[in-house]
C-alpha cells in the first residue's frame, strides 16, 4: 500500500477509520511486497531487502 492508499482508506493521525482493519500486535513481524515489519510496544520498524526501512511511533518516526 501506498501513502496515498492509506489516506484514501480513511487514516486520519495515528488511527486508520478502518473498523475491520488487522492490528499487528506487539512483537509480531510481517512480511509483504519486499518489506518485513516488526512491531513493538517502542514503534513500528519496517525494512526491505535493500536494508532501507521507516521506523514509527506515536513519539518520532524515522527513515533511511
Not at 482493519?21 to 513500528?44: H, I, N, P, Q
Request: aromatic share 10%; glycine share 14%; hydrophobic share 40%.
Amino acid at each position: 500500500p501506498t501513502i496515498q492508499a492509506a489516506y484514501d482508506a480513511g487514516a486520519a493521525g495515528d488511527t486508520v477509520a478502518m473498523p475491520n482493519a488487522r492490528v499487528l500486535a506487539y512483537g509480531t513481524t510481517w512480511k509483504v511486497g519486499g518489506f518485513t515489519c516488526l512491531s513493538r510496544t517502542t514503534g513500528l520498524r519496517c525494512t526491505n531487502r535493500g536494508g532501507h526501512g521507516l521506523f514509527l511511533s506515536r513519539e518520532r518516526w524515522q527513515v533511511w
